[in-house]
């Protein structure tokens, strides 16, 4: 019941939020925190927020992913290998929410980089507020100070022939190659002062 209540202020919900964080947020563009975004998922990475039809949200650490506007659209790429829970996850929703940590936080991309969410609950393990988004499902991390929302319009698998050998070998020992969700970026929101946090 507890459950049913929290999926239906999920989505698209504005201002709902328990926590009021939602509010908070103020809208920005999709290029607005695009170069600290960038630098960002070098190091120590974004946190890609999926969720099933049913079930709670997972959130896993990802250090590649390209951010420009394709078909007419802001989108944001991401690339995720099959052997990941979240892959489960983008499968059956196509819908997922990418978070930019403060600095004071950046263990938490190592930690959601090395468990899976088949075995441990990592909002719960690193006290993580599951935010209610804007436009989809997935949650944002309200801990988190840049949050895009996105939804997959285009995805496509990484295939060895057709790229250099050197590339298969490195990224591609045994296989598990990357899907690559091509996510249309429906609302982007920041905390005012983000950029101070970052
Ligand atoms: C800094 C960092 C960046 C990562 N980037 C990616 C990535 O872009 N794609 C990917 O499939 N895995 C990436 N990983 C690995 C996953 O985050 C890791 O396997 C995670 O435990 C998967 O969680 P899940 O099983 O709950 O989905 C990265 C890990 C770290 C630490």
Request: aromatic content about 8%; charged content about 25%; overall charge positive.
């Amino acid at each position: 019941m507890e459950k049913r209540s929290r999926q239906k202020k999920g989505v698209g919900d504005i201002g709902n939020s328990a926590s009021g964080y939602n509010l908070a947020k103020e809208d920005i563009t999709y290029l607005t925190y695009a170069a600290e975004t960038l630098r960002n998922l070098e190091a120590p990475g974004l946190l890609l927020v999926t969720q099933g039809k049913r079930g709670r949200p997972n959130i896993m650490t990802i250090g590649w992913a390209c951010l420009g506007s394709l078909w007419g659209r802001p989108c944001l790429v991401v690339l995720v290998r099959p052997s990941r829970y979240s892959y489960r996850l983008l499968e059956e929703s196509g819908e997922f929410t990418v978070n930019v940590l403060p600095r004071n936080l950046a263990e938490v991309a190592a930690y959601c980089g090395s468990v899976s969410g088949r075995e441990q609950d990592k909002f719960a393990a690193r006290a993580l507020t599951a935010m209610p988004a804007r436009q989809v499902r997935p949650p944002v991390v309200g801990e988190c100070v840049i949050h895009y929302e996105c939804r997959v319009i285009h995805y496509n698998d990484s295939r060895a022939t057709t790229m250099p050998p050197n590339i298969v070998q490195l990224a591609y020992p045994d296989g598990d190659r990357h899907r690559l969700y091509y996510g249309e970026i429906l609302a982007v929101y920041a905390d005012p002062d983000a950029s101070g946090r970052l």
